[in-house]
């Protein structure tokens, strides 16, 4: 998960609370605003889904 949104443009750092079989968590932050539709399509790609959008 670090590595696909770390690799979106803009994207200066990403801190992820990994819990296997549970629900996770990413912080990122960015120079500027991030594409809902791109965090989601990157984070699929990648093998993850989105539990609950803030």
Same mark, same amino acid.
């Given at each position: 998960?670090?590595?696909?949104?770390?690799?979106?443009?803009?994207?200066?750092?990403?801190?992820?609370?990994?819990?296997?079989?549970?629900?996770?968590?990413?912080?990122?932050?960015?120079?500027?605003?991030?594409?809902?539709?791109?965090?989601?399509?990157?984070?699929?790609? $990648?093998?993850?889904?989105? $539990?609950?959008?803030?």
């Amino acid at each position: 998960m670090t590595s696909a949104l770390g690799g979106l443009e803009g994207v200066e750092g990403v801190v992820v609370d990994l819990n296997p079989g549970a629900v996770s968590s990413a912080r990122v932050t960015a120079d500027g605003p991030l594409e809902p539709r791109v965090v989601r399509s990157t984070l699929a790609k $990648a093998g993850f889904t989105i $539990a609950r959008e803030p």
